[in-house]
């Protein structure tokens, strides 16, 4: 495959779904390259995607029926996920809907360290249980080396726990990694930090970081509050919404921040940070979520939990964004994916969609506002 002639692939991001090119190939996709179809015809790129992920076993959803998903009053969809160190979240791919190609736009960030030729040491979340991640471009952080970047559908089935010479290294889990990685990212030996979507998750990270209400900066060693965090590394953007849902488990937050010039939001949800939080996130597959089958089942109940109480809060808001993209680390990330496969699948008829949807409206400037008190978890 090697020598195969390039005048005969039609696209290079084509050539990587079809694994017909090595990574250091890969061309950039920014999140709003995405194939669409049109009244002249199909999407060549998306019918390619399809094919391929047909091949690789992946079983393809029909879409659900149409609606005018920019109009006002249409129901809201995510329009990309930004994720760090998310655990895998189900048996076979989450797919976007809305989407011809099936892939959500956005990207899905792991860190690996290349010990050697044949070793790597990668963030254990991402390995822990052995299940598929959503079709989301893919990036591999590395240190002070090229990442390794996959658009379209990017690589579910990475990394794999079965890997041999694959070590899972917890302190790879923390997001300071990320964030380090992703303003150092170089792929094919050139800096790529500016380029969409890459630029975006450097951006969200920051509110991915910060979702645990107070951080301690790696590189100043004071606390700094979502608030905080949110005016050093987030210029432009308010927070806008918080909701507090205590559990027995865990205290959960829900963030909206907005852009205050596109009027763009973005949702963060809190990853893990209590023992009993991180065993329940442990429970086996289950029958499915939102139409999904074999959903963990600990992201299943979380995330149906923090709809049926967070959720009408937060709905008004997200009325009055242009565009809602998600981001999360850890569990916080594996909720975004499943809300946003939830969002996007249009099944309105489905008790976990009609506890998350909301109708878009005109898009409107809203107020900043203060963080929350700190929860029991800071006291």
């Known amino acids: 495959m090697a020598g195969m002639p390039t005048h005969k692939v039609r696209n290079a991001h084509a050539m990587a779904l079809l694994g017909l090119a090595k990574p250091s190939e890969l061309g950039h996709l920014d999140a709003d390259d995405e194939c669409t179809d049109s009244a002249e015809g199909s999407c060549s790129l998306a019918a390619l995607q399809t094919r391929s992920l047909v091949a690789h076993g992946v079983d393809v959803v029909p879409p659900p029926p149409s609606s005018a998903a920019n109009s006002t009053g249409a129901p809201g969809l995510v329009h990309a996920m930004y994720t760090f160190g998310a655990v895998a979240t189900s048996k076979t791919p989450l797919q976007d809907l809305s989407q011809p190609s099936r892939a959500f736009r956005g990207v899905r960030c792991y860190t690996e360290t290349i010990l050697s030729h044949a070793t790597r040491q990668t963030d254990v979340a991402t390995i822990f249980m052995g299940l598929s991640h959503p079709l989301v471009p893919t990036l591999a952080l590395h240190w002070k080396k090229d990442s390794e970047y996959w658009p379209g559908a990017g690589r579910p089935d990475l990394p794999k726990h079965v890997d041999q010479g694959r070590v899972a290294d917890i302190g790879l889990h923390n997001m300071k990694n990320y964030l380090e990685r992703l303003a150092d990212l170089h792929l094919q030996g050139m800096p790529a930090i500016k380029q969409r979507p890459f630029h975006f998750a450097y951006l969200f990270g920051f509110m991915a970081w910060g979702a645990y209400e107070k951080q301690q900066g790696w590189y100043t060693k004071k606390d700094m509050t979502m608030s905080e965090i949110m005016a050093a590394h987030l210029p432009g953007w308010n927070l806008v919404a918080q909701t507090q849902q205590d559990t027995l488990e865990a205290v959960d937050n829900i963030w909206l921040a907005q852009d205050t010039q596109s009027l763009d939001c973005v949702i963060a949800f809190e990853g893990t940070h209590t023992f009993a939080e991180f065993f329940g996130n442990l429970k086996s597959p289950k029958n499915g979520y939102c139409g999904f089958p074999g959903v963990h089942a600990g992201y299943a109940d979380k995330l149906f939990w923090l709809m049926k109480y967070s959720m ?49 409206g005109t898009p409107e400037l809203m107020p900043k506002i203060e963080q929350l008190a700190l929860s029991r978890h800071h006291k």
């Open 312 to 360: 009408p809060k937060l709905r008004p808001f997200l009325s009055k964004c242009n565009k809602v993209s998600c981001t999360g680390h850890s569990l916080g990330g594996s909720l975004c994916e499943v809300f946003a496969a939830c969002a996007n699948s249009n099944r309105t008829n489905d008790k976990h969609y009609q506890l998350q949807m909301w109708t878009t």
